[in-house]
């Protein structure tokens, strides 16, 4: 099975910050590689997917990048909104398997 | 507009079965794989497994294999999990996801979550 590996687990950033939350996986999944976004008590909601598109509605101060098997997940300024927590996800292979997640607030 | 309308929560006791539903509105059922995910509480996600509702082809996880049976129904565009002996591990919120065209989609549509609580 593939692993990801999702690093810090949990942050905290004031108001306009930029936040930057890392995943690596442990084989190369090429750009098969997910964002999902996760309010308490609510169901996940797609973010980005092949690793740097923007699902249709999500704004833009979401982006994603990849460097070989390292990918992040960017908020540009950090808003109250934002509070939730952020988990990747590979579909390059079955299992597809998730990171253990990031958990975002705000100071 | 897609949706994804799952069923309400269950209570089982330990070596009983659920059914959970999952139906599909706004766009046609048989193009779009469908995935199934859960979350324990205060847990991360996990992977189920999937299946393809044009033909009912399926892939599970490996630590569900021979437990979990995914189905679907064409006609009412619903998709099915149903896991059997249950334990209090199993305790949950089960999610339906809808993925891509392909074997390896991305998922872009959830349902709101179904929980199901195995509990004596």
């Known amino acids: 099975d593939i692993q990801m590996t999702q690093s810090p687990s949990s942050l905290s950033a004031s108001v306009g910050d930029r936040v930057t939350i890392t995943c690596r996986a442990s084989q190369g999944i090429s750009d098969y590689l997910a964002w999902f976004q996760q309010k308490p008590g609510k169901a996940p909601k797609s973010l980005i997917y092949?690793?740097?598109r923007l699902h249709s509605g999500v704004p833009s101060k979401f982006s994603g990048d990849r460097s070989g098997t390292d990918f992040t997940l960017t908020i540009s300024s950090l808003q109250p909104e934002d509070v939730a927590t952020y988990y990747c996800?590979?579909?390059?292979?079955?299992?597809?398997?998730f990171g253990q997640g990031t958990k975002v607030e705000v100071k | 507009q897609v949706q994804l309308v799952q069923s309400g929560a269950e209570v089982k006791e330990p070596g009983a079965s659920v059914k959970v539903s999952c139906r599909a509105s706004g766009y046609t059922f048989s193009i779009y794989y469908m995935h199934w995910v859960r979350q324990a509480p205060g847990q991360g996600l996990e992977w189920m497994g999937m299946i393809n509702p044009s033909g009912g082809s399926t892939s599970y996880a490996q630590k569900f294999q021979g437990r979990v049976t995914m189905t679907r129904d064409t006609s009412t565009s619903t998709v099915y999990m149903e896991m059997s002996s249950l334990r209090s591990e199993d305790t949950a919120v089960y999610y339906c996801?809808?993925?891509?065209?392909?074997?390896?989609?991305?998922?872009?549509?959830w349902g709101q979550g179904t929980l199901v609580t195995v509990s004596s």
């Open positions: 092949a690793a740097s």
């Open positions: 996801a809808r993925g891509g065209s392909g074997w390896y989609g991305e998922y872009d549509y």
């Open positions: 996800q590979q579909y390059s292979s079955d299992p597809r398997t």
